[in-house]
């Protein structure tokens, strides 16, 4: 029998605030995903014990002029000040859509925004083939 699928939950305070403080950068569609945060629910996006989550948005919400990865990305530093690994967004359809939390160790749980310097996500271009949303590793 297969496992049955979490139901999506509210987001904590951590993750609302990183993904606050990522939509909180100027790109187009960034005031309609913000829009969106108030009725964003998540679940756990990966089995590996990240803080990888699927973000669930209803379809009656707003949606955004953005597919595929933000233009922004953070870099996660670990305790010891030297980079960790990486947050990056994913939207699919004008919705939010995954919150990726990578790591270059072990795998990282959500990281708190302060733990995060946000730049730009050089490699996502117009042209660029991007990894589904859904994708689970």
């Known amino acids: 029998m297969a496992a049955a699928h ?9 993750e609302r605030g990183l993904l606050d403080a990522l939509l909180s950068h100027d790109f187009p569609g960034a005031a309609e995903l913000r829009a969106q945060l ?3 629910t998540a679940t756990s996006g990966c089995t590996c014990g990240c803080g990888t ?3 669930h948005v209803p379809d009656d919400a707003p949606g955004a002029p953005a597919a595929g990865a933000a233009p ?5 530093a670990g305790a010891d000040g030297r980079p960790a690994g990486g947050v ?5 359809g004008g919705r939010l859509s995954r919150l990726d939390i990578t790591s270059y ?5 959500v990281p708190a925004p302060e733990q995060v310097t946000w730049g730009s996500t050089a490699w996502a271009r117009e ?4 990894r589904p949303a859904r994708y689970r590793r």
């Open 127 to 130: 042209d660029t083939v991007r």
């Open 53 to 55: 989550l699927d973000l």
């Open 105 to 109: 160790g072990d795998p990282l749980p």
């Open 6 to 14: 979490p139901a999506p939950r509210p987001l904590t305070t951590t």
């Open 72 to 76: 922004v990305e953070g870099t996660v």
């Open 38 to 40: 108030d009725r964003t």
């Open 88 to 92: 990056l967004l994913f939207v699919e």
